[in-house]
T-cell receptor
Framework: GENVEQHPSTLSVQEGDSAVIKCTYS??????FPWYKQELGKRPQLIID?????GEKKDQRIAVTLNKTAKHFSLHITETQPEDSAVYFC??????????FGKGNQVVVIP | NAGVTQTPKFQVLKTGQSMTLQCAQD?????MSWYRQDPGMGLRLIHY???????DQGEVPNGYNVSRSTTEDFPLRLLSAAPSQTSVYFC?????????????FGSGTRLTVV
């Protein structure tokens, strides 16, 4: 099955700086890559997603890039704010239609 | 439109007890699933359903049963609770199994087995 890995496991950034989280996946048939944000004690919420026919997608301060050849995709957060502090999960949807999640990245924005 | 509703929010069970975690969605979503979240392990798929009457196992199905008699409801049953089942459980749904849509998660059930 699909295996998704996230790096780094924890990321600390100064408020206003950018944060980048990278995920790698194993199944070349994967065609859908969502990112979820989970604040402490809350449910995961979809923040952005990208399909395999697109290389980059932006939504205000967040963007996702996809490199199908290298089988990795990244979440970019610009002008980070304290409310960006959370755990971020990447996921990949493989040929079996199941969504496989990474283990999550803790992002800490330091005021 | 309530989205995905899970009950209860918290539960403490004794080893060997059984219980059912409830999940209901009012979005007419085709796909429903159950995940467990443990520290450092991410979200692991327990069982899923692609429509009423259809269920299948995920990566960690042992000790759990599911059924999908209606589009709206997807309960998760713990047959004989074990301390290893202490976890946070999330129900998630999506508009379609075959088309790429994001998941909507419920608020979770924090289960402790003593």
């Amino acid at each position: 099955g699909e295996n998704v890995e996230q790096h780094p496991s924890t990321l600390s950034v100064q408020e206003g700086d950018s944060a980048v989280i990278k995920c790698t996946y194993s199944d070349s048939a994967s065609n859908y890559f969502p990112w979820y944000k989970q604040e402490l004690g809350k449910r995961p919420q979809l923040i952005i997603d990208i399909r395999s026919n697109v290389g980059e997608k932006k939504d205000q301060r967040i963007a996702v890039t996809l490199n199908k050849t290298a089988k990795h995709f990244s979440l970019h957060i610009t002008e980070t704010q304290p409310e960006d502090s959370a755990v971020y999960f990447c996921a990949a949807r493989a040929g079996n239609n199941r969504l496989a999640f990474g283990k999550g990245n803790q992002v800490v924005v330091i005021p | 439109n309530a989205g995905v509703t899970q009950t209860p929010k918290f539960q403490v069970l004794k080893t060997g007890q059984s219980m059912t975690l409830q999940c209901a969605q009012d979005m007419n979503h085709e796909y429903m699933s159950w995940y467990r979240q443990d520290p450092g392990m991410g979200l692991r798929l327990i069982h899923y359903s692609v429509g009423a009457g259809i269920t299948d196992q995920g990566e960690v199905p042992n000790g759990y049963n599911v059924s999908r008699s209606t589009t709206e409801d997807f309960p998760l049953r713990l047959l004989s609770a074990a301390p290893s089942q202490t976890s946070v459980y999330f129900c998630a749904s999506s508009y379609s199994w075959s088309v790429n849509y994001g998941y909507t998660f419920g608020s979770g059930t924090r289960l402790t087995v003593v």
